[in-house]
């Protein structure tokens, strides 16, 4: 898959340590994060329980980086305004979880950042082609969502190639595609191979004092594909 676009390293808020919400976003900017993901959970369209409007804007005070808020809820349309409000720089909701997801793709341009649609592993590609034109990011979830730590499902490839394959021929070239579960060093290599270019890890990245080398070793991929 020839990828014109750069690796962008997203990580995720997520699985750092909440009692240090500001430190831990610091530190994965200092160790040369492209983006920090937020993600965003209702406690209804995934069990799991996680941040507000009022994180997010804690978080955008304290950086200056690109804020990328993940909103795995319902009635996404509900809290566009809140999260524009807080800082977000990208919206992303689910394609499961609302009826509006045109209407709701659209204000979220309206409002000025960019907007992503996510999908499930188990949601048939076949959805995704009405949507791409609303789109300036895919998000291709590589675990269930709800919950970090999770294996990376490999089957998910063949949906990022696909992905990759409609923008090509869409001429949707600079759309970005980004994975999220289970990304490692070796997951994200082959999501790469398969189209994807951003990649948001989270246990991977927080767990050790390794982040900036692990980050770097990420966005070594595209180097490594001109070399190829």
């Known amino acids: 898959m020839n990828l014109k676009l750069p690796v962008v390293v997203a990580p995720s808020i997520l699985a750092s340590d909440f009692g240090h919400l500001a430190d831990e976003a610091l530190r994965a900017v200092d160790a040369g994060a492209d983006r920090l993901h937020l993600d965003v959970m ?4 995934v069990r799991n329980l996680t941040m507000g409007p009022a994180a997010v804007a804690a978080i955008n005070r304290a950086t200056d980086v690109y804020l990328d808020v993940h909103l795995m809820i319902y009635s996404p349309f509900d809290y566009i305004e809140r999260f524009v409000e807080a800082g977000a720089d990208s919206i992303t909701i689910h394609f499961e979880a609302t009826e509006n997801i045109s209407e709701t793709l659209d204000y979220i341009r309206k409002c000025n950042v960019k907007a992503g649609l996510a999908f499930c592993p188990e949601t048939s590609v076949e959805f995704i082609p009405k949507y791409l034109h609303q789109c300036d990011l895919i998000l291709l979830m590589t675990v269930d969502p709800g919950f970090g ?3 990376f499902i490999s089957e998910v490839l063949d949906k990022i190639e696909f992905t990759r394959h409609l923008c090509n021929t869409l001429h949707l070239e600079g759309l970005d595609i980004q ?3 289970g990304i490692n060093q070796e997951t994200a290599a082959l999501a790469y191979e398969a189209g994807a270019n951003v990649f948001v890890a989270g246990t991977y990245l927080f767990s050790d004092n390794q982040m900036a080398e692990k980050i770097a070793r990420m ?9 190829d």
């Open 179 to 181: 994975v999220d579960g």
């Open 219 to 227: 966005k070594s991929l595209a180097g490594k594909r001109s070399r």
């Open 42 to 45: 209702d406690g209804h369209f």
């Open 149 to 151: 730590g999770q294996q």
